[in-house]
T-cell receptor, first 117, second 114 residues
Framework: NAGVMQNPRHLVRRRGQEARLRCSPM?????VYWYRQLPEEGLKFMVY????????ESGMPKERFSAEFPKEGPSILRIQQVVRGDSAAYFC???????????????FGSGTRLTVV | AQTVTQSQPEMSVQEAETVTLSCTYD???????LFWYKQPPSRQMILVIR??????QNATENRFSVNFQKAAKSFSLKISDSQLGDAAMYFC???????????FGKGTSLLVTP
């Protein structure tokens, strides 16, 4: 059981470039959640996805950010035209299809640290 | 919106001693969950302990226990017999009973000295 796998672990992008962050949930988990951790802050919810569906993206910035979780393959968080303020750690969590998230049955990955220079 | 406040940016404890980390939260809900997560330098978010609001009994997990005061909206974490491996950032988090998003505090950095 490999846990939630996020890659890359570190990502450096120049202002204006695109960042693509990947998350492979735990085996048997079909629900994925993305969180962002700004420096000196706690994690903030961004988006909740199930396979091929965005359930709740209320925490996503309105522009430049998008997320997907295709039928096959990892979930992708995409940030277009990155700016310095996007520098943060981005975490992915997953949970099984039944509502075990009800009791907080999440497993977190180790995050991707994005640095925009 | 629910807010979670951790008023101690940093705490220090000697090995084998006991330390308590504070957390308060604001909600109008009666049913919810509270969590403490540990984030070591590896960045991995590790669930330490979980409390259901409808349970009056305080949760315990080995050396970790909580003091849940529902009326005061307080949820502190006590670490007994502290070990060097306990050094990490500790985050308090809140989740509505039927919700899925976790609301995190800003964290407390715990230093454990030999």
């Amino acid at each position: 059981n490999a846990g939630v796998m996020q890659n890359p672990r570190h990502l450096v992008r120049r202002r204006g470039q695109e960042a693509r962050l990947r998350c492979s949930p735990m085996k048997g988990h079909s629900h994925v959640y993305w969180y962002r951790q700004l420096p000196e802050e706690g994690l903030k919810f961004m988006v909740y996805l199930q396979k091929e569906n965005i359930i709740d993206e209320s925490g996503m910035p309105k522009e430049r950010f998008s997320a997907e979780f295709p039928k096959e393959g990892p979930s992708i968080l995409r940030i277009q035209q990155v700016v310095r303020g996007d520098s943060a750690a981005y975490f992915c969590a997953s949970s099984p299809p039944q509502r075990s998230y009800r009791d907080g049955g999440y497993t977190f990955g180790s995050g991707t640290r994005l640095t925009v220079v | 919106a629910q807010t979670v406040t951790q008023s101690q940016p940093e705490m220090s404890v000697q090995e084998a001693e006991t330390v308590t980390l504070s957390c308060t939260y604001d909600t109008s809900e009666s049913d919810y969950y509270l969590f403490w997560y540990k984030q070591p330098p590896s960045r991995q978010m590790i669930l330490v302990i979980r409390q259901e609001a409808y349970k009056q009994q305080n949760a315990t997990e080995n050396r970790f226990s909580v003091n849940f005061q529902k009326a005061a909206k307080s949820f502190s974490l006590k670490i007994s017999d502290s070990q060097l491996g306990d050094a990490a950032m500790y985050f308090c988090a809140y989740k509505e009973d039927s919700g899925y998003a976790l609301n995190f505090g800003k964290g407390t950095s715990l230093l454990v000295t030999p």
